[in-house]
């Protein structure tokens, strides 16, 4: 396999063709092949080789050349990216083309670490003005939405599409239908019996048995399998999403989909914090964030505002509750939110993703059950909020410098300058064992919205 990818590597440069590319999947299969066959012949050799480990690392990243520019190859002219291609084999060759744009696609390269933050800034600004943006739940459907032909329209070829097709012609005056068959106004429909290419290559195989038929069989196959092809797409099949309406269909909002989008612009944003890609990041996080649930109104939504669902179709409500997908990402995601992070075992605050909108504008009382499960309450201030983690509270409030205050269940405390605990602190945190009865975390938080262009 490393031979075979090294003898390829140069064509990275530029563009495979469907003969190279084919020549390729070839390569490599027989020698998975031959690999398989040894070892089912043979089984193990119970011997213990040798591989040093330059040759291992020089395999992967000649691997990863190989799959980063897969990834590149499959961006589209208005900078998203193919989610699934078909791909057509033929003796010699390997065909791909491309299906419709899908969300799961833009979440999938959001989330492969291949962009850079202008690439996943630009993907995004892309996004919100594509068909896959739905304006009136300020939010993304899976897939385009589409008017699909009703079941007098499907089966029909007009004759400019079968017009110099020798072989329909012959069929047309000897008035066989094993084929197509032409109505009253010139319309050609296919074979009702025809369920898929298969039933239409055995007509064609019949056919070309008839001696009066078998040169134009030959001749007009492949056209005939592409006019089957373009005219019912069995190959783009894609299962309800692209047949019928509602339960995540045609013009449906799958929630579950869009909580995974919402986690893959927090990670870019994240990633690349700082300067006006760090900031447009960040705008484009809170604009998939205000098109979420508990932003809108019942009347919006179409339900109770905080309770999942699975999807909304076009022109409905939210339908399906359930304890859905989508509130796994919602717990991944409102923890970056409040800037809560672990890394090598220390606990370290930093809110960069935090709404000011959020913080009190007037003093309130928390609720909340210590890790003696006795309920406990503490008053808050103007400009703060409060969580727990690990039943340990955490006032969070606002402030030019970051710090940390450990307030000690034996009435000790402690400051930590900057955003970490040290470890044998945040242990006590993680263990719930008492020691630490809340913190005070002060740090920076602003938010400019400018609304993502």
């Not at 043979?42 to 040798?50: K, T, W």
């Not at 059950?369 to 201030?381: N, R, S, T, V």
């Not at 300058?417 to 005070?440: M, P």
């Amino acid at each position: 396999m490393s031979q075979i990818l090294a003898e390829y590597q140069p064509l990275l440069e530029g563009v495979f063709t469907d003969r190279e590319r084919r020549q390729m999947m070839d390569a490599m299969g027989q020698a998975g092949s031959t690999y398989r066959w040894g070892f089912y012949e043979n089984g193990l050799s119970g011997e213990n080789g040798f591989l040093p480990h330059t040759d291992l690392e020089a395999f992967l990243n000649t691997t990863l050349a190989f799959i980063e520019h897969s990834l590149h190859a499959n961006q589209r002219a208005d900078r998203l990216y193919h989610a699934y291609n078909v791909l057509h084999l033929s003796p010699e060759t390997a065909t791909v083309h491309h299906l419709d744009e899908m969300l799961e696609g833009q979440v999938a390269i959001l989330s492969s670490g291949l962009l850079s933050g202008d690439e996943a800034l630009t993907l995004l600004q892309s996004l919100r003005k594509s068909a896959l943006y739905r304006a009136d739940q300020h939010s993304y459907i899976l897939y385009p939405d589409r008017d699909l032909p009703g079941f007098l329209h499907k089966n029909s070829l007009p004759p400019e599409k079968v017009n110099g097709l020798k072989l329909v012609e012959a069929l047309a005056k000897a008035n066989d239908n094993t084929l197509l068959s032409r109505d009253l106004k010139g319309t050609y429909h296919f074979n009702g019996k025809f369920r898929n290419i298969k039933d239409v290559n055995q007509a064609l195989s019949a056919l070309e048995t008839l001696p009066q038929y078998a040169d134009l069989v030959r001749a007009e196959a492949e056209t005939i399998r592409g006019l089957f092809e373009e005219t019912f797409r069995h190959a783009q099949f894609t299962g309800r999403s692209g047949t019928f309406f509602a339960y995540e269909g045609l013009g449906s909002i799958y929630w579950h989909m869009v909580s995974k989008l919402l986690l893959a612009v927090q990670e870019n944003a994240l990633r690349f914090s700082k300067g006006n890609i760090g900031e447009g990041l960040r705008e484009a996080y809170w604009d998939v964030r205000k098109g979420l649930s508990f932003n809108k109104t019942p009347a919006e939504y179409g339900a109770f505002p905080v309770d999942p669902y699975s999807h909304t179709p076009k022109g409905k409500g939210a339908k399906q509750p359930g304890m859905t997908g989508l509130v796994k990402e919602e717990i991944l995601t409102r923890q970056a939110e409040l800037g809560l992070f672990v890394n090598a075992g220390r606990l370290s605050f930093d809110p960069l993703l935090l709404d000011s909108e959020e913080l009190l504008k007037s003093a309130e009382v928390f609720y909340y059950q210590d890790i003696h499960k006795k309920p406990q309450q503490i008053y808050l201030e103007p400009g703060s909020l409060a969580f727990t983690f690990c039943q340990v509270p955490i006032i969070l409030r606002t402030a030019r410098e970051t710090s940390i205050t450990v307030c000690f269940a034996d009435g000790k405390q402690a400051t930590f300058e900057g955003q970490t605990l040290d470890e044998t602190t945040s242990q006590h945190l993680f263990r719930r064992d008492g020691v630490i009865e809340r913190l005070i975390v002060t740090s920076p938080i602003n938010r400019k919205e400018k609304g993502l262009v």
